[in-house]
């Protein structure tokens, strides 16, 4: 086997092989472009793989391997920096350093998806990320006025029916007054496209019958759905429904010794995209009515005393599971087969 590890940039690709004994074959820095990728990938012998870390290249430099029938893995740069940077600080994670992490098997993989599915998934995270600027204009707009020991709180601040009455309270300052008009354009160009973005969700999402089975569960709208759908993927990746948890942030990860569990605590290693997406379907769930959810949480919290926050996590997972088995098995929502379940307990 011949392991390819590439030191990825936007103008550059470096190239190193590695031999099953470790031995440095050949090395080179190419243009960054499939022609000079897939070049020097011919060149080498097979059997061969091809190995990367996670960046801003990894999902297009896939692609084209899985086009050409080439197979490349994407690594974590986290995991590879433990492990080959041996207490050096400036020692960073070279190609060659890369095939030789992959030659002895101490690699982490991390899934991509690829086509249809990663435009998708780029769709998912641009509303995201403008939900986020969204936020954060209108966190700065109330400084603003604070800043002119102005009171603002509630929501009438963002409303341009509103805007008039918030103008008056500004100092007769030029500056002032600009920065709280910029903001509001900042923050209305946000809203649209904010709009925009969710409408093609909505759009694209109708080619996923997976998609279309997750909002008939309570609690789950469009676009958590949808997040839920464009991180995991397919729910092959995860061998049981605990791995899945992990993944999320919602489930325990337990640390042993000598066959002694000595700790079991939240994973502080998660897809926090993911947790926030299920996190916001439970708030829902608990309060759709007639939800099974709904009558989780009041058992835990009203019968069985468990503080609030524990018993969302409960739910989190409750509602986890019920998409992961939905998905696996290709099934629809049946409300009947959980509230058959729930009698078959009280018996």
Known sequence: MNYIGVDCHISTLDFAVVNERGKLKDKACV??????FMEFVRKVPKPRKIFIEEGALASWLLETSLRYGEELIITDPKINKWIGKSGIKEDDIDAEKLA?????????????????????????????????????????LKARFRMDGIK?????VYSEKYRD???????KNQIAHLIVEEYWNQLYQLQEAKKKLKRNIE??????????????????????ASTIFAIIDTPHRFANKKKLWLYAGIG?????????????KLTREYNRQLKNAVKKSVESAIFAKGSQFKRQYLRLTYEQGLPSHKAKLTVARSLLATLYGMWKHGKDYDPDVYIKREEGNKK
């Not at 009455?165 to 100092?171: H, S």
Request: charged letters at 30%; a positive charge; one cysteine or more.
């Open 100 to 140: 030789q992490l992959a030659r002895g098997g101490y690699i982490k993989e991390i899934y991509h998806p690829v086509n249809k599915k990663r435009r998708f998934k780029e769709l998912v995270f641009a509303y995201h990320d403008t939900v986020k600027s969204q936020t954060r204009i209108k966190n700065k």
């Open 152 to 156: 603002c709180s509630g929501a009438t």
């Open 165 to 171: 009455q918030w103008r008056e309270k500004l100092p």
């Open 203 to 224: 759009i694209e999402s109708k080619q996923y019958p997976e998609i279309k089975r997750f909002i008939k569960v309570p609690g789950v709208g469009i676009i958590n």
């Open 31 to 36: 243009n960054t472009s499939i022609k000079g």
């Open 252 to 264: 325990l990860a337990k640390r042993s010794s000598g066959g002694k569990v000595y700790s079991e």
